[in-house]
């Protein structure tokens, strides 16, 4: 059995759990963007769900009904996954999402106008280095809590919400202290794995996901679970690679290389700075997901290059993929900044845009193969700088 599996058993689960939880009164806030708090959302009494599903082809089909065949492969996904009724987007009661992104927004309208539930949208600035940044990302924060909590019937006291922010930290803490155990010779875990663990965190309940976390740093800690070691250490960086979409790992590790680390909102990306206890702990909360290594929507985004930067030393990194879902023009036009990032540091990388398609799966094996075996020649000294 998996070292994960219980992630995996956890999440199978889940979808009836919130059933339970309805019936019960309690309400499902679904949201799609790192940049929207989870822990802010359980705060205001509401159960916080990150809707991260890919969709197949029907499914597509299905959200190209309501929006345009040319949007996003992951909003054409979510709009399906809406029309479909699928099980886990059937019980969100509201969404919660952030203005980074203008097909988000477009899906937050449709929310309201097709299905007739709440959506609360607030304002992301772009620039939160500047200290008016600072104070309207604050104030919008604070009213998001303030919607949700008239909405959930949250009437949260500090002791509880002390206990929210130390089940959220001590999930970062375990979170960081898995991923730091990828920069070893032999990594616990694999990519794949790496993904998947993360992803449960955005259904589980905090207590539970928190639970599976330190249960798993302990099994490692008893020496279960080691993979192979690998000749290639790649790093993946750009758009997310949502529940499911695990082609790209999948094709790399059964190259024969590792992912080891990387840059994504649905990867690494996820781990934050420590919120404070004492103060006000509203503020805390949003202070520190300000924090958080910015996105592509930012400018600057100078930390998401330093991030990348340190992950490139800390893990030894031998190639960087980019990946872009296809129409998704934030991630798509950042290619020729990271290129030359990438370069200016001697870091072989390519670039690849997907969708949630089969057809270019042989395309797709060709294009990483080759880099791959660029990558094993250039260890070796083979590699005479031409592909």
């Known amino acids: 059995m998996s070292i994960i599996q219980p992630f995996l058993d956890a999440q199978e689960q889940r979808t009836r759990e919130l059933a339970e939880l309805r019936r019960a009164g309690r309400k499902v806030i679904g949201f799609f963007c790192l940049h929207t708090p989870a822990v802010l959302i359980e705060a205001a009494g509401g159960i916080p769900v990150r809707l991260c599903l890919q969709g197949d082809s029907f499914v597509q089909r299905r959200g190209e009904v309501l929006g345009r065949s ?11 996954h809406l029309e479909q009724r699928h099980p886990l987007f059937a019980q969100v009661d509201a969404i919660a999402a952030g203005s980074m992104c203008d097909q988000i927004r477009h899906l937050a309208d449709i929310w ?5 539930k709440p959506a609360y949208v607030f304002f992301q600035p772009r620039g939160l280095e500047q ?25 949260t006291k500090e002791q509880e919400l002390k206990e929210i922010i130390a089940r959220y930290n001590l999930i970062n803490w375990y979170l960081s202290v898995l991923h730091e155990l990828r920069a070893e010779d032999v990594p616990p875990i694999t990519g794949k794995e790496w993904l998947a663990v993360v992803r449960a965190g955005f259904m589980l309940a905090s207590g539970d996901y928190l639970c599976l976390l330190r249960s798993l740093i302990e099994d490692i800690a008893r020496g279960k679970g080691r993979c192979r070691g690998t000749a290639v250490r790649i790093m993946l960086a750009g758009g997310m690679l949502a529940q499911g979409d695990d082609r790209l790992v999948q094709t790399v590790e059964e190259g024969g290389a590792m992912v080891v680390t990387d840059a994504l909102c649905t990867g690494t990306r996820v781990m934050g700075s420590k919120i404070a206890v004492q103060g006000n702990l509203l503020d805390n909360i949003i202070d520190a ?16 290059y330093a991030y990348i930067d340190r992950q490139l030393k ?5 190639g960087v993929i980019y990946h872009g879902l296809k129409f998704c023009e934030g991630w798509g036009s950042e290619w020729v900044r990271m290129q030359q ?18 057809i270019d799966a042989g395309q797709l094996a060709t294009r990483i193969g080759a ?17």
């Open 70 to 80: 040319c949007i996003c492969p992951f909003i054409k996904a979510c709009l399906g």
């Open 112 to 116: 309201r106008s097709r299905f007739h």
């Open 131 to 155: 200290r008016a940044s600072g104070w309207i990302y604050r104030r919008e924060l604070r009213w998001l809590f303030a919607e949700l909590a008239a909405f959930c019937g949250g009437d």
């Open 289 to 304: 997901h300000r924090g958080k290594t910015p996105c592509i929507h930012a400018r600057p985004n100078d930390g998401l």
């Open 314 to 318: 800390q893990f030894r990194v031998d």
């Open 341 to 358: 990032f990438l370069k200016g540091r001697g870091v072989p990388n390519i670039v690849l845009d997907t969708d949630y398609g089969a």
């Open 371 to 387: 880099f791959l075996e660029m990558l094993r020649a250039q260890k070796e000294g083979m590699y005479d700088g031409v592909l």
